[in-house]
């Protein structure tokens, strides 16, 4: 498999050439409710990330911006809708770092891919968080030797959940068990949300996620944190290491999340989409939010976003050749 970089790359120049968001072009837009995609179930994510911007958004486009769950195929029906959908603005993507995994992935069985990454045009980055290591509270372990020596005693029975194949949460565990030489349970689901639910009762025993979507089942004693994927320790966990400092040191996956519209809609209409954004990541309901959820902002404006877009899909794409076919 190979990364189409030709796909990738053509995110640059024409992202570029849209200038600051204050380039000097004006459009009456929105005129009607804007539509706001997450291809996950709630409770992921994607979908922490989407309803805070979509409110803020609203407040400044004095427009409804309405999120609307799309889930399956890890994200892969959402972003398919909107890949099809009139470049008008009116159809926003909220996507995963797994966006461009979904078409390579794809084409490791011979598939037509959904869509290609070059349908879309980045509007701004969100945030990017280091995966976590999640267990319930009550499971063996206390800390990852232990949970490394039980998957190594016990070969393919740990099982865990993921938000579908080649999603991000597979990748991410997928990269730690081909560094500790474990193998494990995969056992996917539509999005983090549900596969959460599976781990607070007890269905499935790890979930690689955001620290988002975990912070309160943490606080409450539910769920145990072992390890960070981040080259630095999550914000939200002081106290949990990274799977570098335990010894991984090729072990590094962020979750992040962005905002994207068709590729083909117009260049005043995606300025004013990334003038909504920016003052959006600004709003004091909106940083509330990312805070109480764990999940601290991180904005890039498109030009950066599409840079960042690019380095993290490649890297991401070199893991799932590692990983290879997973029926």
Do not use: K
Request: with cysteine.
């Amino acid at each position: 498999m190979r990364l189409d970089r030709r796909g990738l790359l053509a995110l640059l120049p024409g992202t570029a050439a849209l200038g600051g968001p204050a380039a000097g072009q004006t459009v009456d837009f929105p005129t009607r409710p804007i539509t706001m995609v997450v291809g996950f179930p709630p409770g992921g994510q994607a979908d922490l990330a989407a309803r805070p911007v979509a409110a803020a958004m609203e407040r400044n486009l004095r427009q409804p911006v309405v999120v609307q769950n799309r889930p399956g195929g890890a994200g892969a029906i959402g972003s398919g809708f909107v890949s099809r959908a009139a470049p008008d603005g009116q159809t926003l993507l909220m996507a995963l770092s797994s966006l461009a995994v979904i078409p390579e992935a794809e084409r490791l069985f011979g598939r037509p891919p959904p869509y290609t990454v070059d349908q879309f045009a980045p509007i701004g980055l969100v945030n990017a968080d280091p995966t976590v290591l999640a267990v319930p509270a009550n499971a063996p372990w206390a800390n990852l030797a232990e949970f490394v020596a039980a998957a190594r005693a016990r070969p393919g029975d740990i099982p865990y959940g993921s938000s579908g194949a080649y999603g991000t949460l597979h990748v991410a565990m997928e990269m730690f068990a081909s560094a500790a030489q474990i193998r494990l349970l995969h056992v996917p689901f539509q999005g983090a949300g549900p596969a959460i639910t599976a781990l607070l009762s007890g269905n499935i025993q790890a979930l690689a996620t955001a620290p988002g979507t975990v912070t309160q089942h943490v606080q409450s004693g539910r769920v145990r944190v072992l390890a960070c994927w981040g080259r630095e320790r999550a914000p939200a966990f002081p106290d949990v290491p990274t799977f570098m400092e335990a010894g991984f040191p090729e072990v590094e996956f962020y979750i992040w999340a962005g905002l994207f519209a068709p590729a083909a809609t117009p260049v005043a209409i995606q300025l004013r989409l990334r003038e909504s954004l920016r003052l959006a990541m600004q709003d004091p309901e909106l940083l509330r939010a990312f805070e109480t959820a764990g999940s601290p902002p991180r904005y890039l404006d498109a030009p950066d976003f599409a840079r960042f877009f690019v380095e993290d899909s490649a890297r991401l794409v070199r893991a799932v050749q590692r990983i290879g076919r997973v029926e």
